[in-house]
């Protein structure tokens, strides 16, 4: 429901438009081929954009052969860059690719130390398609901030425990998007890429998975 902000913010930034990379996802209660069609471009109208850099479907909803048939028409239309699915896992990951002409670029999934989606890493390298970490920082569960085995990891580098977590995802080409609204800690998030775990902290850091995901995301996990 902020899509209008969105828009509103990127034309009164003054950033070309090609430096922007663009995302919203679909979410219907009804889903079919031209519902898909019509929200998409009701998204590009409410945005005041003539294309989306990246569309996903938010969650399996069932009829996904349809929302995907129309996102790979509204891409040829050149009204999509690219396209993409978010919390989609191996049954229902597989049931879309094996109707699909364009292969999903990405599926945005919960991913972050605890949590390493080591069982999908393999079927989404099968197929080219990128994990997208959504909460990578865990939002600030489990003890994130505070843990030990991070923050001497961290020591080590001279980084903090949020740049080693970031890090320990990007350096298995896996894209992370934080969240923050402090700037201090966005900038610290940024910095985050100039350097490179060991092959044995990257072995330690992978024993703190614990299977499954976080339970009782906090409401103000935005105030990291």
Not at 99 to 114: D, G, L
Request: aromatic share 8%; glycine share 8%.
């Amino acid at each position: 429901e902020n899509e209008a902000m969105v828009g509103s913010a990127i034309r009164k930034s003054g950033i070309p438009r090609d430096e922007i990379f663009v995302t919203t996802k679909l979410m219907l209660s009804r889903p079919s081929y031209e519902r898909a069609n019509e929200n998409v471009k009701g998204s590009l109208r409410r945005m005041g954009l003539a294309y989306l850099d990246q569309m996903l479907i938010h969650w399996p909803m069932g009829s996904d052969s349809e929302i995907w048939r129309a996102f790979e028409d509204l891409q040829a239309e050149g009204l999509l860059r690219t396209i993409g699915l978010s919390n989609f896992y191996p049954e229902t990951f597989n049931e879309l690719v094996s109707k699909a002409r364009v292969i999903p670029s990405v599926n945005q999934i919960e991913t972050h130390v605890f949590y390493q989606q080591k069982p999908m890493r393999p079927l989404m390298d099968k197929h080219g398609t990128v994990i997208v970490a959504w909460g990578p920082l865990a939002e600030g569960l489990n003890g994130i901030f505070t843990n030990p085995i991070l923050r001497e990891i961290g020591a080590g580098y001279g980084k903090t425990i949020a740049q080693v977590a970031l890090r320990f995802l990007t350096q298995q080409g896996i894209i992370v998007i934080p969240k923050s609204v402090r700037r201090e800690r966005m900038e610290e998030n940024l910095a985050c890429l100039d350097f490179n775990l060991s092959v044995s902290d990257m072995e330690t850091i992978r024993a703190l998975d614990l299977g499954h995901p976080m339970d009782g995301w906090p409401a103000d996990a935005l105030k990291y």
